[in-house]
């Protein structure tokens, strides 16, 4: 469905995309995760039509995106990071002018307006001023606007942050009813848990580069993580840390008085790393299981918290 080849672009002296290369199959739930700057709204920008790149090729549904973007955009919905509405219109008013610039025809236009506000939990607020709206109702409506002509490919670029748990789970349902429906859907998130749920395949993308790609359970197997236990103890003094270092069993990392034990199966190592411990006359005050996610995983590879 989309095809994207040595994709660059600069702003001045800024380099934002470095040759990024990626493709995404029809009816695919993409998700591209990065820390801020890494790249991701200038890639959702390129394909989408809003800008152009300094080199580099998009295919869109078999079409060449430089030669075709009229065709491309009507295919193509939107939902941006800011807020796409008119303060002073109502709802409906908004949906209709958005609506208007795809080209709906009036009767269809307003079955859909219908549709897609029910869709949204947001008929019975149809008629309300957007600058009466709470900031997960204006998310919800932009996601209606990019709906209305019925897209191929959906981009979501934060389509949840900074709105009320209500409208953030309601999102949910509707992106997993488009995808099940068949909808291409490009997804971007600072919400590692969401990436992971919904995403059938994820690019990690950092300095305007794909640094990996794959499912969640290829990104595990990339990056070599293993779930681990973190033991903390209440031993006083230099000499125990000596003598763990010395005497401790197992694959671990001390750091300060807490030990990370890599493990290959926790349910078997747990026992194990307790027995190592109370050998040596570790005091635990603390144990904890540390699974491996998203999260741990893109930490790993990028080096930076997806906020940075």
């Known amino acids: 469905m989309i095809t994207v080849e040595n994709l660059k672009k600069s702003f001045g002296t800024h380099v934002a995309l470095n040759?990024?290369?990626?493709?995404?199959?029809?009816?695919?739930?993409?998700?591209?995760?990065?820390?801020?700057?890494?790249?991701?709204?200038?890639?959702?920008?390129?394909?989408?039509?809003?800008?152009?790149?300094?080199s580099g090729n998009v295919m869109i549904n078999g079409m060449e995106l430089k030669k075709n973007?009229?065709?491309?955009?009507?295919?193509?919905?939107?939902?941006?990071?800011?807020?796409?509405?008119?303060?002073?219109?109502?709802?409906?008013?908004?949906?209709?002018?958005?609506?208007?610039?795809?080209?709906?025809?009036?009767?269809?236009?307003?079955?859909?307006?219908?549709?897609n506000l029910e869709l949204l939990g947001l008929a019975d607020r149809k008629?309300?001023?957007?600058?009466?709206?709470?900031?997960?109702?204006?998310?919800r409506i932009n996601i209606a606007a990019a709906l209305l002509h019925e897209p191929k490919i959906l981009f979501m670029d934060e389509p949840t942050v900074g709105i009320d748990p209500q409208s953030r789970n309601l999102i949910f349902d509707v992106v997993q009813k488009l995808h099940k429906k068949g909808m291409t859907i490009i997804y971007t998130t600072h919400y590692m848990e969401e990436a992971e749920k919904f995403c059938d395949r994820i690019g990690i993308i950092d300095k305007g580069e794909i640094i990996v790609q794959g499912t969640f359970q290829e990104l595990r197997e990339f990056s070599k993580m293993k779930e681990s236990i973190l033991v903390r103890y209440a031993n006083e003094g230099d000499e125990i840390a000596t003598?763990?270092?010395?005497?401790?069993?197992?694959?671990?990392?001390?750091?300060?008085?807490?030990?990370?034990?890599s493990c290959n199966d926790i349910k078997s190592d747990l026992p194990?790393?307790?027995?190592?411990?109370?050998?040596?006359?570790?005091?635990?005050?603390?144990?904890?299981?540390?699974?491996?996610?998203?999260?741990?995983?893109?930490?790993k590879l990028t080096g930076k918290q997806l906020r940075d």
């Open 19 to 54: 040759g990024i290369s990626f493709s995404i199959a029809e009816g695919e739930f993409y998700g591209l995760l990065g820390p801020n700057g890494a790249g991701k709204t200038t890639t959702i920008s390129i394909i989408s039509t809003i800008l152009e790149p300094d």
């Open 127 to 139: 008629d309300d001023k957007i600058k009466n709206y709470s900031g997960g109702m204006k998310r």
């Open 69 to 115: 973007k009229v065709a491309c955009k009507k295919i193509i919905g939107v939902v941006p990071q800011e807020i796409a509405l008119y303060d002073k219109l109502s709802a409906v008013e908004n949906l209709q002018f958005w609506g208007s610039l795809y080209n709906v025809e009036k009767s269809i236009l307003e079955q859909r307006i219908n549709e």
């Open 272 to 299: 194990k790393v307790v027995n190592y411990c109370g050998e040596i006359g570790l005091e635990l005050s603390h144990i904890d299981i540390q699974h491996v996610n998203l999260e741990t995983i893109f930490l």
């Open 243 to 261: 003598k763990i270092k010395n005497n401790l069993k197992g694959d671990f990392v001390l750091n300060g008085k807490e030990i990370i034990f």
